[in-house]
């Protein structure tokens, strides 16, 4: 793999984000797509209402042009371009309804679920059509367990819902998802380079030169956000990558951030039904639990972005063993 291509990949990514952002944020500004805050959050996220959203247009066209331009063109690419953009169409689309038609819900959870469902199908039916292997590898063992397609293509679907909703709820400090998930593509790119994984290692190039670019607008105080279709395509690429990688559980250490996010969701909404409205956490996801105990946004992010190269480390140091 020729690391230029990937440096290039990454650099022409973070100049068209840092380009394009500014273009693009007085325009949201001017058509009044700003972001709604719930009352019930951190009170210091109140004046953030109405700073422009729907940045994540810059950070999905940014890395998807630098891919097509740098990748190889074989079934992985197809798998990577679908899970990255037929996710992130998904938050335009959610974020279009709520901001742009001014409708508080967007997209309806079964009209997402199925949206999610078919690009999750169709990814499927790409690594179907390759032959690629439904073995699951333990990460930092040489034990793998094949259950065959039966498991593993169902497995593979519940999989990128997760990652996907996952890193969704991550995004809601300014600057946190940005990071983190420029920290997981690295991790992911050094992967991809072990795993000879050329457009897993393109992809995963772009989107860390596009995410930082994008940082440097999302950085606190924010001067926009990313939305539902900056996450949900981020989610859809880390995904994407990890199982072209054949890294799959993997991801529960690279993206333990994002785990825990999800799961400290889980948490809160299975405690307030079973338990008669009791809450663990003071807020959820979990990140607004540290905000509400009193620490600052800025302190948030710098812990949450050191525990992600931990675990990024971690990660790449348990890969050599797989």
Known sequence: MDFQILLLAAAASFVLSIIAMPILIPLLRRIKFGQHVRSDGPQTHLKKAGTPTMGGIVIILAATLVFIKFSVIDTNFWVLLTSTVGFGLVGFLDDYIKIGLKRSLGLTAKQKLIMQLIFSAIICYLLIQKGHSTALGIPGTSFSFDWGGWFYYPFIVIMLLAITNAVNFT???????????????????????????????????????????????????????????????IGGAIGGIAIVTKSELLFLIIGGVFVVELLSVVIQVVSYKTRNGKRVFKMAPIHHHFELSGWSEWRVVITFWAVSLVLAALGIYISKGL
């Open 171 to 233: 995004d809601g400090v300014d600057g946190l998802l940005s990071g983190v998930s420029a920290i997981a593509f690295a991790a992911y790119a050094i992967i991809a380079i072990q795993a000879t994984a050329p457009a897993a290692a393109v992809c995963a190039a772009a989107m860390i030169g596009a995410v930082i670019g994008f940082l440097v607008f999302n950085a606190h105080p924010a001067k926009v956000f990313m939305g539902d279709m900056g996450s949900l395509g």
